[in-house]
């Protein structure tokens, strides 16, 4: 079975995806697929593109915000919130291990004024830890 982790009603997370879990998600109810996982960072893993084609063939929308070496961008965090936003149900967001989706989401709740006390304990409750971006999910949140 597929290591998908829920972080609320709405979003889940977890590492890279193989073709076959997009069956997975979509038994759970996922409606969208985001990678957050740039082309080429692990040659053997399936690229965006197949994964693409694997949610489009499953009926499943798939949205790339690639996360690489660089952090996290305003506009990425926007794309996250759009991406979350025009979903028709759950998303799953994946990347090498799942903590790059989690550190995203937690930046785009901060950004919709959840509360930073509660997206800590959120995360930590799927096995992420979102100290390395504690000051940014400040911020955000007191705007």
């Known amino acids: 079975m597929s290591d998908f982790r829920r972080l609320n009603e709405n979003v889940l997370v977890g590492p890279q995806l193989a073709l076959e879990d997009i069956a997975d998600a979509a038994a759970l109810g996922v409606n969208t697929i985001v990678n957050n996982r740039p082309d080429g960072e692990e040659p053997s893993a399936p690229q965006g593109d197949a994964i693409a084609a694997a949610a489009a ?12 070496h660089a952090g996290f961008s305003g506009p990425q965090v926007d794309a996250m919130i759009a991406a979350m936003e025009q979903a028709e149900g759950p998303i799953l967001a994946y990347c090498r291990s799942g903590t790059r989706s989690t550190l995203l989401w937690a930046l785009a709740a901060a950004k919709q004024g959840e509360d930073p006390e509660t997206i800590a304990h959120t995360a930590a409750q799927a096995g992420y830890d979102v100290s ?10 007191a705007r």
């Open 57 to 68: 063939a499953a009926g499943l929308n798939y949205v790339a915000i690639p996360i690489g």
């Open 132 to 141: 390395p971006i504690r000051a940014m999910i400040d911020m955000l949140a």
